[in-house]
């Protein structure tokens, strides 16, 4: 008995020597997470299998990292290691601790990677230390600097895309058009980051040569405030006749803080999108689900600041089962409006996505009250299309595709004072609608390849307790549990053996 025992612990050691053995030669990782997030793409496989030669990447990691870093760190690295077996060795690696060597540090620095400051706890003391986190990608002649690989499955992305940028040998050519007041790409530098790693992006004016000269395949139109010419109008319709992509985000109506004025925007794109069956309404939508303003308020001589929630922001958190919205959790417009289709017998609208269940709508003009406190009675209506896609029915050939957004802002940042942070699902969504009228590469899916945010505290009360006790109790049941069995198991084998001993004695 006592030799069996001996040879099955043996057999279970021998075992887990050769699994970790195998582990160095054969890397695989099991993914339990709810969203995937350690499982590579499809588009990353893609990218990978069809490295035309060597990528080397360097990642330029502090050794001696904070513990709740450190994950990171391994995360990254056994990232690498899977990249570096998919692409079958043709992606190298390297980890360099800029930290332990004055010319690497310098190195890393001329690469354009710098420290971050982190603060530690040493021995009961905090104190500042720099660590580094960036990456260098090469292939060839080329070459990109990741300075920052932030945590979470965003590495992929980031990696990714690197990875396409330094291999690909020609970039997709994105239009944007001027001369109707439309907002510059220098108003949007967020997205101008995003857009640089697959694309090059132009201005352009609506004649027929200069579209087919950049041989562009989408084309922007982005919060014009001018009107569009006849001209203008019958060269946008060739373009997207003979197959080109429009993206359009418009500002139908209009909100002015100055003057708290709500006022409509006429350009001349409206009676062109009505021949096609989209209507952009002279209305505002409201939304009780909505964003939250800055006011000022003076109160016993001192000024300050409160947030309070702006109706007129709404925070869209309905959207349309579409690659162009996938795993967008929050999209936040300014001043919108709602989107109606009609008919079209050429091709086929999609809503991607719509305001909460408890909305409303207001006519412009108007006058706009900060300080107005709303009422369940404002928000009576619901699900107001805010944006869509008109895809053309298979039947009608070379057509193009046109994605329309009720508001020419979302993704802006603005200039100087101005200048705001655009939160990054508004981004998302217009590089997903790029992506899906220019790219094929499918990095889109990885954009939005995140964590899904579930917050406790958009939960019920029940809810949360029963979350609470689940965690409490769970493990002790389930200790119990195992105790009762193993006694019970115990027992029956003490009452074989003693009825064992009684047959011998008989």
């Known amino acids: ?4 025992q001996t040879f099955r612990i043996a057999a279970l050691v021998a075992g887990l020597i050769l699994i970790n053995l195998l582990s160095y030669r054969f890397f695989i990782r099991l993914d339990f997470t709810a969203d995937k997030i350690y499982t590579l793409s499809s588009a990353t496989k893609n990218i990978l299998k069809e490295l035309p030669e060597n990528v080397s990447v360097t990642a330029y990691f502090t050794k001696e990292l904070p513990p709740d870093i450190m994950n990171m760190r391994k995360d990254f690295r056994d990232l690498l290691v899977e990249y570096y077996q998919r692409s079958k060795g043709k992606l190298l690696f390297e980890f360099i601790d800029p930290s332990a060597s004055t010319l690497d540090e310098e190195t890393a620095a001329r690469s354009g990677i710098q420290p971050l400051v982190a603060n530690i706890r040493d021995k009961d003391q905090m104190k500042q230390q720099k660590i580094y986190l960036g990456v260098i990608v090469k292939c060839g002649e080329q070459t ?3 300075p920052f ?6 590495m992929e992305h980031a990696l990714s895309a690197s990875i396409k940028k ?3 040998k020609t970039k997709q050519t994105l239009g944007f058009t001027t001369g109707h007041g439309e907002s510059a790409p220098d ?6 980051q995003s857009l640089q790693v697959m694309y090059d992006a132009q201005n352009v004016v609506l004649s027929d040569s200069l579209l087919a000269a950049n041989s562009i395949s989408t084309l922007i139109i982005a919060a014009p405030t001018d009107s569009f010419s006849d001209p203008e109008l019958a060269s946008l319709e060739r373009f997207y006749r003979n197959g080109g992509n429009l993206i359009l985000a418009l500002n139908r109506v209009n909100g002015d803080f100055s003057t708290l004025n709500g006022s409509v925007i006429q350009t001349g794109l409206e009676p062109w999108l009505k021949n096609k069956g989209i209507i952009l309404k002279e209305e505002f939508v409201i939304d009780a689900a909505c964003s939250n303003i800055g006011i000022t308020q003076q109160q016993g001589g001192f000024n300050f600041t409160s947030q309070v929630p702006f109706p007129y922001f709404p925070d869209i958190r309905s959207f349309e ?3 162009v919205t996938a795993s967008l959790e929050s999209v936040v417009f300014q ?7 009609t008919k079209n017998t050429e091709a086929d609208f999609i809503p ?4 909460s269940d408890k909305s409303g709508i207001q006519k412009a003009p108007l006058t706009i009250d900060i300080n107005r406190e709303w009422s369940q009675t404002d928000f009576t209506e619901k699900d107001f299309i805010l944006g869509g896609i008109l895809e053309p029915l298979q039947s009608t050939g070379k057509t193009g595709k046109i994605i329309v957004f009720s508001d020419g802002d979302f993704f802006v940042n603005g200039r100087g004072q101005d200048a705001h942070e655009v939160q990054p699902d508004n981004i998302n969504l217009i590089m997903n609608a790029v992506d899906y009228l220019t790219d094929q590469s499918g990095l889109m899916e990885l954009r939005t390849k995140e964590v899904t945010s579930r917050p406790l505290d958009e939960l019920d009360d029940s809810r949360k307790a029963a979350i609470k006790y689940t965690n409490f109790l769970l493990p002790v049941i389930l200790a119990l549990a195992f105790g009762i069995y193993r006694y019970q198991r115990n027992r029956m084998i003490r009452a074989q053996r003693m009825e064992k001993t009684a047959i011998v004695t008989k």
Do not use: N, R, W, Y
């Open 321 to 323: 089962k579409h690659p």
């Open 166 to 168: 330094v291999t690909q």
């Open 335 to 341: 001043f919108t409006s709602p989107v109606l289709f």
């Open 187 to 192: 108003a949007f530098p967020q997205l101008m």
């Open 352 to 355: 991607l996505l719509k305001s």
């Open 1 to 4: 008995m006592k030799t069996k």
């Open 144 to 146: 990109d600097v990741i």
């Open 149 to 154: 690989i932030t945590p979470g499955a965003g």
